[in-house]
């Protein structure tokens, strides 16, 4: 502990007090957990075990379980939760054109609860008394992590040892070299990373820096725009319910059509998102984030539900569709309103069907093209053609009762 032991003394009572049998730590296999792999052991006598989820990050998972079991775990767990995270989460998140302040699709928040959720079933399982997390005091995570934990197990204990003991990056990496723990961040590239097959976020490092582009080394998921083909590409994706159901054509389930266009989208540099962004314990903060599918996706889908939609449904969904995202970026998952709102999601979803065609090109998803058998659009009526259906001397009544209050308004203006 004498690399953290400034911090012991302030905590102390709370790091003594109440100390658990075994413990369940959910293990990414980077930096922050595989600290707390080793500090757990040293600083409690209890049995640890791990619980690594497959969200579909691009790492190679058996890889992780040996590493926590030679690290000294009793047992080492890794979910497959691909299918359920893209048809309970990402679904979701799609029907609600789901952008946390108008740029982020909520990659890493939309992951936590189904994280959450997993880690609960097994330590009820296994006996497990306490579940341990390697959140910060700063970050969303911790938030939205313990509050999955609390609304499904109460009386679950939680270790939050980084917030706990404010282990900083710099003495985790030095703590990481003399215990012999293998590690992939280094100072010349500390980043924090999150990744799943929705996106993947990053920050720390040279990023903290507002002012400065962030290092080309910090791309995983996108080719930089400028680097990306000459050539555009178009991508159809086709949509029943709101619900991708085909790529270029080709029938997929959800999961492997995000990945899949995350590849074909992610070469073209589409979905890098630069965002200030608001933190749910009150810092601004600078995120990078590479959501390739994710971009295409959403961008689709509204499109093709502005197209099915009359001009009132699009305006109250915009209003329903922000509070979805805001309450879960803030970790409210379980709240009962998301089952209000999803209810209207759902059903507003269910003549959103048709396909979309997207133009990728250097950074850009641009919609080209799109079709629906629910569509509100009418050819006959909005064309300018010889031979249209709309009756255009109809427009002369209904332009004078829609500015009627508007020009009672500025008669008497000009009386005053």
Not at 45 to 62: K, P
Not at 113 to 121: C, T
Not at 192 to 208: F, Q
Request: net charge neutral.
């Amino acid at each position: 502990m004498e690399w953290f032991e400034k911090t012991k003394e302030g905590n102390s009572a709370s790091y003594e007090a109440d100390s658990p049998e075994k413990v369940l730590l959910l293990y990414s296999g980077g930096l922050d957990t595989s600290v707390l792999l080793k500090f757990i052991q040293e600083g409690y006598d209890a049995e640890l075990f791990t619980l690594t989820v497959d969200l579909g990050q691009s790492i190679n998972l058996e890889k992780i379980r040996a590493k926590a079991l030679a690290l000294g775990a009793k047992k080492a767990f890794v979910a497959d939760a691909k299918k359920e995270f893209a048809e309970q989460h990402i679904s979701k998140a799609v029907k609600a054109n789901a952008l946390y302040q108008g740029k982020y699709p909520l990659s890493t928040a939309i992951g936590r609860p189904l994280i959450a959720k997993l880690a609960v079933e097994i330590a009820k399982k296994e006996g497990i008394d306490t579940i341990a997390h390697g959140c910060t005091g700063k970050g969303n995570d911790q938030v939205r992590i313990e509050a999955g934990i609390i609304s499904l197990a109460p009386k679950m204990k939680i270790l939050a040892p980084v917030r706990d003991w404010n282990m900083a990056r710099n003495k985790e990496l030095e703590y990481a070299k003399a215990k012999g723990i293998p590690v992939a961040e280094t100072k010349a590239k500390p980043y924090s990373t999150d990744e799943n097959m929705w996106g993947k976020s990053s920050e720390c490092g040279a990023l903290e820096d507002t002012f400065t582009e962030p290092p080309e080394n910090v791309f995983g998921f996108c080719t930089l725009p400028e680097k990306a083909p000459d050539k555009p590409e178009i991508v159809e994706i086709g949509f029943a319910e709101g619900i991708p159901v085909s790529l270029n054509g080709k029938e997929l389930p959800l999961q492997e059509l995000v990945m899949e266009l995350n590849g074909i989208a992610g070469k073209h540099g589409v979905g890098i998102i630069d965002h200030m962004e608001d933190r749910v314990v009150g810092l601004k903060s600078r995120e990078v984030y590479e959501c390739p599918a994710a971009t295409v996706i959403i961008e689709a889908h509204k499109d093709l539900e502005k197209m099915a939609s009359t001009v009132h449904e699009n305006q109250f969904k915009e209003i329903v569709d922000q509070k979805w995202a805001y309450l879960v970026y803030q970790g409210l998952w379980f709240d009962p309103l998301m089952d209000s709102l999803n209810a209207f999601i759902e059903a507003q979803n269910k003549k959103v069907c048709g396909a979309v065609k997207v133009k990728l090109y250097k950074g850009h998803a641009l919609v080209v093209g799109r079709k629906s058998p629910f569509a509100l659009y009418d050819k006959s009526l909005a064309t300018y053609d010889i031979g249209h259906t709309f009756n255009q001397k109809a427009s002369s009544g209904f332009i004078e009762l829609w500015s009627l209050q508007s020009k009672m308004a500025m008669q008497l203006k000009k009386v005053k």
